[in-house]
């Protein structure tokens, strides 16, 4: 078992549930919007194409509980499942990496809005270290382990190139990093109390290429 997989276990939800969890919250957040007060599963599961049995299964992780023939009161859907994410709380992070996608993310309002605070960024590179209009400042990485520790991170986002992610990734859990979000096409090595999730891009693609309609 991966240590992603023993955390979901651990709060008692699946990783594919956890992963579903945001539409649902963007679904409940454009029906109050749109001046509503309550959702049914029915409707949600309709928005996303999904089975509402599913829906109603997910749900119940957040600890919300539905009114039959009603559905959830969106104020309370909204908190419960934000609540569950740990979206309702500030998670101090930084970025290893200021080239395209790390600056791309630096600028991704929702990440802020879901409470991730971006406190800084590093990079080898001394064209992309300063201050930015939009963004934390950037670093040297030779200053990495004193501004981690400085501004208390917890999270690291790593959009490095990949021959030097293993060493920026042990360069990050000496500093006391516990979280490594990699974007990265390495499989990092960490210890057992080192958290990483790695998010592949080529894999997603690959997908998109092997299924799109041929000429």
Same mark, same amino acid.
């Given at each position: 078992?991966?240590?992603?997989?023993?955390?979901?276990?651990?709060?008692? =939800?699946? /990783?594919?549930?956890?992963?579903? @969890?945001? &539409?649902? *919250?963007?679904?409940? !957040?454009?029906?109050?919007?749109? $001046?509503?007060?309550?959702?049914?599963?029915?409707?949600?599961?309709?928005?996303?194409?999904?089975?509402?049995?599913?829906?109603?299964?997910?749900?119940?992780?957040?600890?919300?509980?539905?009114?039959?023939?009603?559905?959830?009161?969106?104020?309370?859907?909204?908190?419960?499942?934000?609540?569950?994410?740990?979206?309702?709380?500030?998670?101090? =992070?930084? /970025?290893?990496?200021?080239?395209? @996608?790390? &600056?791309? *993310?630096?600028?991704? !309002?929702?990440?802020?809005?879901? $409470?991730?605070?971006?406190?800084?960024?590093?990079?080898?590179?001394?064209?992309?270290?300063?201050?930015?209009?939009?963004?934390?400042?950037?670093?040297?990485?030779?200053?990495?382990?004193?501004?981690?520790?400085?501004?208390?991170?917890?999270?690291?986002?790593?959009?490095?190139?990949?021959?030097?992610?293993?060493?920026?990734?042990?360069?990050?859990?000496?500093?006391?990093?516990?979280?490594?979000?990699?974007?990265?096409?390495?499989?990092?090595?960490?210890?057992?109390?080192?958290?990483?999730?790695?998010?592949?891009?080529?894999?997603?693609?690959?997908?998109?290429?092997?299924?799109?309609?041929?000429?």
């Amino acid at each position: 078992m991966t240590r992603i997989a023993q955390q979901a276990k651990r709060v008692s =939800a699946s /990783i594919p549930t956890i992963r579903r @969890l945001p &539409s649902y *919250l963007d679904v409940a !957040k454009r029906y109050r919007h749109d $001046g509503n007060d309550v959702i049914s599963g029915t409707v949600i599961a309709e928005e996303l194409e999904l089975e509402a049995i599913q829906v109603r299964k997910d749900l119940a992780v957040t600890g919300i509980v539905g009114k039959p023939r009603v559905g959830y009161p969106l104020d309370e859907l909204i908190a419960a499942i934000e609540r569950f994410l740990n979206w309702d709380r500030s998670l101090r =992070a930084v /970025i290893v990496g200021a080239g395209n @996608l790390g &600056s791309a *993310l630096m600028g991704y !309002k929702e990440l802020k809005d879901h $409470g991730l605070v971006l406190t800084a960024a590093f990079d080898a590179s001394s064209d992309r270290l300063g201050v930015r209009p939009s963004g934390p400042t950037v670093y040297p990485v030779s200053d990495m382990k004193a501004v981690i520790n400085r501004k208390q991170a917890d999270l690291a986002i790593l959009t490095v190139p990949s021959k030097v992610a293993q060493d920026v990734c042990d360069s990050l859990v000496d500093a006391g990093i516990k979280q490594i979000w990699n974007f990265t096409n390495v499989q990092l090595r960490v210890p057992e109390d080192v958290l990483v999730l790695r998010e592949d891009l080529s894999s997603g693609f690959a997908v998109l290429s092997v299924l799109r309609p041929l000429d």
